[in-house]
């Protein structure tokens, strides 16, 4: 399969492409960091909640969540930058 190159794509459809996919990632990200951003203090203050009344898996439960999160948006990051095909077939930076 070959690459198209900007001589040959002369409506540059391939960039134009590029441009839409990285648009449509950026406002994804943003639409997740605002969600996480409201969701947060109601989350966190269950889990307060939950450590103080339960002794034994409260307190590891409460440490290890967010970091599960944190590991979790990072996957979601990652699904959406290489199934959007933004690194395939020279993508942005090909």
Known sequence: MKIPSLREDEHAVAVLATIVTF???VIA???LVIV?????PTFTTSLTSYANNE???G???KSLTPLLIGVAVL???L???FGMQVFREGGLFG
């Open 23 to 25: 648009i449509i990632l």
């Open 59 to 61: 307190p590891t439960v």
């Open 55 to 57: 002794t034994t898996f």
């Open 29 to 31: 990200i943003m639409v």
């Open 36 to 40: 996480l951003a409201n969701l947060w």
């Open 75 to 77: 996957l979601v990051v």
């Open 79 to 81: 699904a959406l930058i």
